[in-house]
């Protein structure tokens, strides 16, 4: 009995080792950015009450100060790190101030810099979905399209201290935030709604991870991802339902940022509650998913 205890023991202690040695092999290779507008700086402003925008040109990251700690919804790509951070310090906030780090989905230009918050306020407990944890927690290294490793880290492996689910909550100080699924994107992408007062009066603001499918992602054709074609159409049928007050996206093209503030414009958190624009948007989204379902059975039935 006591040698089959020893040898379970000596076992999982070879496999962490060769899992630590196979971990420390990895590089960090980051790929180069493509996309000017990800790492072109925008001032960081108010949206509504105590939630801030904080990213960048285009990758959408809040932050949200709850009274008791600050809450940070995204990090930007990897690089987009002093961005964010000047931006929260110019709103008069400090990074190590940040109580709560989650994201909206794990992709590397919203995941990328997430553990250099994480060393900022290494106190802070970071939420993410159970099913995209295992992608952040490996740097980007694993991710549904790439289940067997790219075989470098894209970007810094992301401590995960809570794994969530829809439904889940995320409370800190006088901020309730209720996670939604958004799956379909990826494997565990998530929307956020939470109410906001302000001036009198209540909000209800959805962060929403719009459901566009990538470049070369195939609906029939994702060994990595059995589920997708469900889970893109349960995501944009829930999501045509919602009727936030103000909403945001993960992406600031998804929410016609450019198109509704300018840097300098008076404070008006009504600037994002176009509820006909989100409508259209979810729309657009399920006509291209069922575009590229069509597209991709109809290739399959030749
Ligand atoms: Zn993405």
Redesign the pocket.
């Known amino acids: 009995m006591k040698s089959k205890l020893l040898l379970a023991a000596a076992l999982a202690a070879l496999a962490g080792t060769s899992m630590a040695a196979q971990a420390a092999e990895l590089q960090y290779k980051p790929p180069p950015i493509t996309n000017k507008e990800w790492e072109t700086p925008f001032p960081g402003f108010k949206i509504v009450g105590n939630m801030y925008y904080v990213g960048t040109y285009d990758l959408g990251c809040y932050l949200i100060d709850t009274g008791a700690g600050l809450i940070l919804i995204n990090s930007g790509a990897d690089g987009s790190y002093p961005l964010i951070k000047a931006n929260i310090e110019k709103l008069g906030f400090k990074t190590s101030d940040i109580k709560i780090i989650t994201s909206t ?1 794990g ?1 590397g ?2 995941v990328g810099d997430l553990a250099a918050f994480q060393k900022d306020a290494p106190a802070a407990k970071t939420y993410m979905n159970f099913r995209d944890a295992p992608t952040i927690e490996s740097g980007g290294n694993i991710d549904y399209r790439r289940p067997e490793g790219r075989g470098f880290y894209p970007y810094h492996p992301v401590k995960v201290d809570v794994r969530t689910k829809p439904g889940d909550h995320i409370k800190l100080g006088n901020t309730d935030l209720t996670l939604h699924q958004a799956y379909g ?2 494997p565990g992408a998530t929307s956020f709604t939470f109410t906001v007062q302000d001036g009198g009066r209540n909000y209800n603001v959805l962060i929403v991870n719009m459901n ?1 499918i ?1 470049a070369g992602v195939k609906l029939l054709g994702s060994p990595g991802y059995p589920t997708i074609v469900e889970d893109f159409a349960s995501t944009l049928k829930e999501q045509a339902t919602y009727t936030p007050d103000l909403w945001v996206s ?1 992406h600031a093209g998804q929410f016609n940022l450019h198109q509704v503030y300018k840097p300098g414009d008076p404070y008006n958190p009504a600037r994002f509650g176009d509820l006909a624009a989100y409508k259209l948007k979810i729309a657009n989204a399920t006509k291209a998913y069922e575009k590229q379902l069509a597209e991709e059975r109809a290739a399959k039935a030749k």
């Open positions: 989905h992709h230009d919203h994107h990826t566009g990538n993960s």
